[in-house]
């Protein structure tokens, strides 16, 4: 948590979708795109504790660009001044991810950053299974400093979109006991390609947005619709509170810029 400002701040990316050698739908640099989140951090004024990516880093198939997301992330990190965490999603190559920083030994782990706990899982393989949940259990039996932060790539959630509702984690309910009643205080996942939040065990759950393109909801109920849009989050934890906002990479041209306003502070 900074000092200064008492926030503690997640720069939550998600569902990058790198690909060597072609674009993505002959459109998409998802490594690109993840230089120019910095470029938007830095214009922002945005300064992060963290840097989390919640899975799909590599398209399916594309397993020799690993070693370039490494350095993509790591120049992101650099530029933010914040550590990098990730998490693999279904289009991760689990042998191949092993590139990644923090991967090398396996891929779900504990980090501490300041006084918050990070529990990163793997769910590439679209559940966490028994043996996952077992260590998550007891990771949650030792309550941390500020409080934990869960991070995974299948939402424990459905989505609204019918097409989608049946693609989140397929242990949802085993997660949402092994979570119960700890010191848990948001879980980020991705994958949806759409953001969303929504409530697990009574904690809240946030939804990336994916960086590389978005899901529509009226694209029709058998169809799955992704459009050009890049997309990540701000997640920020305070003692008492934790929010969420979706933040698009390409804003369209403003309507206003004006001065913020003037609340008044007291009444005379
Ligand atoms: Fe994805």
């Known amino acids: 948590m900074s000092h ?11 569902d990058i979708h790198a690909t060597q050698g072609n674009l993505l739908y002959g459109q998409i640099d998802g490594l690109a795109r993840v ?11 945005m300064t992060p504790e963290v840097v989390l990516v919640t899975g799909d880093l590599a398209e399916r198939g594309h397993s020799g660009v690993y070693p370039e ?10 530029r933010v001044g914040a550590p990098v965490l990730t998490v ?22 504990s980090v501490t950053i300041g006084e918050a706990r990070f529990l990163l899982l793997d769910s590439s393989g679209g559940a966490l299974g028994a043996k996952q949940l077992r260590w998550l259990k007891g990771e949650l039996e030792t309550p941390s400093g500020s409080g934990t932060i ?14 989608l509702s049946r693609t989140g984690l397929r242990d949802a309910s085993d997660f949402a006991e092994a979570i119960a009643d700890s010191d848990v205080r948001i879980v980020l996942a991705g994958h949806y390609h759409h953001p969303m939040s929504a409530t697990v065990a009574g904690i809240p759950v946030s939804v990336g947005p994916s960086l ?8 029709g109920p058998d169809s799955v619709s ?20 979706p933040v698009s990479l390409y804003p369209d041209s403003p309507l206003f810029t004006s001065p913020a306003p003037q609340y008044a502070t007291a009444i005379d």
């Open 35 to 45: 230089r120019q989140v910095g470029d938007y951090v830095l214009s922002a004024g």
């Open 69 to 78: 997301v490494k350095r993509a992330l790591q120049r992101l990190g650099d």
């Open 212 to 219: 590389a393109y978005h899901q529509v909801m009226n694209a």
């Open 4 to 14: 200064e400002s008492g926030v503690f701040s997640i720069l939550h990316l998600s």
């Open 226 to 245: 992704g459009h050009n849009l890049a997309m990540f989050s701000l997640v920020q934890l305070t003692d008492g509170l934790v929010s969420t906002a």
């Open 150 to 163: 869960i991070a995974l790539h299948h939402p424990p959630v459905a989505s609204p979109l019918p097409t």
């Open 88 to 109: 693999l999603g279904n289009h991760d190559s689990p042998t191949d991810a092993r590139a990644l920083a923090g991967h090398e030994g396996g891929h779900y782990r």
